[in-house]
């Protein structure tokens, strides 16, 4: 994979590289969205918008299950118009959501994370500073490397240990921005790894039963539970 262009069609491109091969109803038939839904949006949901994930009894159904580890991408039938905006994507603890303008040529996103440091209303959505392909581009990529079979987190005080295996990595997506008014999602691809930064943790996720983690990585990566069995197995 080459650097992401903040494209959707780029999305699609990492979503078979990581997931493996597409089919036709892991997508969302165009007569079932919104006739104002961005286009953007639109491009996601009929490629991803049912795509099952490793652990997809834990999904709604005729749910993105890829795309609600972290964040919550909204099921096709849960998209609607009101007051001119359609919200698509809520925080996993319905802390803050997001909207776009109902118009297929949108591109501007709207969000109310800000109260998190702000302490302005929670209900006030403000445009955010990404286009709406950048956006995406962050928030799927954030998803995929929380919903990896096996994740690990690393050691802020080891971090140097981290950088040195992203020096070795091809980046894919650098200095993203989302939700929040500063860039904090960067992302690399290092074999079977997905390396990420974001907000200034850094993880490392990947689903290959066989891959592990060279032994001398045990001492900085502390391996998250994601409910797959055998999640803390095969590392240093």
Not at 11 to 30: A, M
Request: aromatic letters at 12%; hydrophobic letters at 40%; one cysteine or more.
């Amino acid at each position: 994979m080459h650097i992401s262009d903040g494209t959707v069609a780029w999305l699609r491109d990492f979503l078979t590289d990581w997931h493996g091969d597409w089919k036709p109803e892991y997508g969302v038939p165009d007569d079932e969205l919104p006739v104002a839904l961005p286009s953007a949006l639109r491009e996601l949901y009929t490629f991803a918008g049912r795509w099952p994930s490793w652990d997809a009894e834990q999904h709604l159904p005729e749910s993105p299950a890829i795309l609600q580890r972290q964040d919550a991408l909204l099921r096709a039938s849960d998209l609607s118009v009101s007051e001119g905006t359609i919200e698509f994507l809520r925080e996993n603890q319905d802390g803050w959501t997001c909207r776009v303008p109902a118009s297929a040529d949108s591109s501007a996103v709207f969000g109310n994370a800000h109260w998190m440091w702000d302490d302005a209303g929670t209900d006030d959505h403000v445009e955010l500073a990404p286009p709406l392909e950048h956006f995406l581009t962050s928030f799927v990529l954030q998803e995929t490397v929380m919903g990896c079979r096996h994740l690990g987190v690393v050691d802020d005080r080891v971090a140097p240990a981290a950088s040195a295996m992203v020096a070795r990595a091809t980046p894919l997506w650098l200095q993203g921005w989302y939700v929040f008014d500063e860039p904090t999602h960067s992302f690399w691809r290092s074999g079977p790894f997905l390396l990420a930064e974001i907000a200034g943790t850094h993880w490392v996720g990947w689903n290959d039963p066989i891959a592990a983690l060279p032994d001398r990585s045990s001492g900085w990566v502390r391996m998250v539970d994601t409910g797959f069995d055998g999640a803390n197995q095969g590392h240093g």
